[in-house]
């Protein structure tokens, strides 16, 4: 009875410690109450998962799809998934008794007090490590934030795929109208150098005019020629996202008809936005895993009390004779007191709370770098809508002007140099309108990645 005082004594200090291994409070990440530019469709929420399939570009989505296929990245967190659900398998496993089989034969012979004989036994024997200060506990919910965390990260790693496979397939359909834009434009220069070379053989123009023309025609293919490598890089960047056959790419790619994305709804505050990014909640998973180990670390600072048991049968075999017994055990019941350790449980609870500290910066750096990168989506896109229109304009302006300097050249009022200057000018408009187009596609692309794909916290 004395023992049973002084160890009660020895265990309530402890057991009233027993709050100190409650993890730290949630961490809140700093929002801004509303967006700094200016939204899109007066910043309707819309959901975003299906934004591939609602192109009206059924391409696209099959490049988008085949790519997630194929992406290692996809893979790679797929297969941390499965880790991650072993790992918490295996911590809830810990919370519980194990049980084994045994079984064992063995012959021995004791001179002069027993004869020849055979033992033979099995039976199952159980161990159980109770849970007194919830140190397992913490663990197996450490290991349920970083599978949620997981779950997320794949989501992630399917939209940057998405993104990127988007990107490059805008790229290529922007780069086919800037090709044909420079085949345009060689011709035309061809055509002006045919026309200014019989005109210098019939004495009309002097022979530097005729070069200058000939000189013109050669920059126009050249520049043709680039653009239409430029093209097949892009082409063969597809092949390589998405796994798909050149040939067969290039088939599909002739057969679909190019579609400008449409405009991207967003969330009118930053918080809902926030609620969509896998990156953001993977980091709010690891801060509260973070905030699990610590009360696991602390955990191993106190005692720690387990329960062995078995039940078995065995058989002895001698002389004849066969004698059978069954045999059972409870215990023992062992509780293991740490005394000393040299600080290597406290260091492990300082190590945990630094790792918690980390999280809670990164998770809080992740909520602003979010934002930072939606607002920048949302300049952007802004900022290509309103240059587009002024764009438009211009290029109709130097096109009126170009096809002016070409009459007039043609019926010999003008100067060749008159001309390409003309030329130059309604080829950079050209150009320009194909370039605001892809900052607007790219931008839109931008927007729904920062956005998080339309992922949520419920999606599998």
Known sequence: MKIVHVLSAALLPLALGGCA????????????????????????????????????????????????????NVATARSRI???????????????????????????????????????QGGLQSAW???????????????????????????????????????????????????????????????????????????????ATAALARASAAEGKSRATLQRALCDIDIKTLVSLT????????????????VAPPGVTIAALPAQVL?????????????????FEVGSA?????????????????????????NQFDTWSIGPLALTLPIFDGGRRSANVDAARARYDAAVVAYRASARRAVSEVEQALVNLSSAAERSVDAQVSLDGYRAAFR????????GLGSLLELEDARRTRLAAENAVVTLQR??????????????GGWTATTN
């Open 21 to 72: 291994l409650a993890p730290p409070g949630k961490t809140e990440a700093p929002v801004p109450p509303q967006w700094q530019a200016p939204l899109p469709h007066n910043g309707s929420l819309t959901d975003l998962s299906a934004w591939w399939r609602e192109q009206g570009d059924p391409l696209l989505g099959q490049l988008v799809e085949a790519a997630q296929t194929a992406s290692p």
């Open 82 to 120: 499965v880790q991650s659900r072993a790992d918490r398998v295996a911590a809830g496993a810990a919370l519980a008794p194990t049980l084994d089989a045994f079984g064992n034969v063995s012959r021995t012979n004791q001179q002069g007090t027993q004869a020849l004989g055979t033992t033979s």
């Open 129 to 207: 490590e109770i849970d007194l200060f919830g140190g397992l506990r913490a663990t197996r919910n450490a290991a349920e934030e970083r599978l949620a965390g997981a779950n997320a990260s794949w989501h992630d790693a399917r939209v940057a795929v998405a993104a990127e496979v988007a990107n490059q397939y805008y790229s290529l359909r922007s780069c086919e109208q800037l090709l044909a834009v420079a085949r345009l434009d060689a011709a035309s220069r061809e055509d002006t150098a045919r026309l200014t070379g019989l005109s210098a053989d019939a004495g009309f123009q002097a022979p």
């Open 243 to 258: 796994a798909i056959d050149e040939p067969d790419l290039r088939a599909r790619l002739l057969a679909s008809t190019p």
């Open 275 to 291: 609620a969509q990014r896998p990156d953001v909640f993977i980091a709010e998973r690891e801060v509260a895993a973070a905030s």
């Open 298 to 322: 602390q955990a191993q600072r106190y005692p720690r009390l387990s329960l062995q048991g078995s039940i078995g049968r065995a058989n002895l075999r001698s002389g004849g004779d066969n």
């Open 404 to 411: 002016a300097a070409e009459d007039r050249y043609k019926n």
């Open 439 to 452: 900052e607007r596609s790219a931008a839109s692309v931008a927007l729904y990645r920062a956005a998080g």
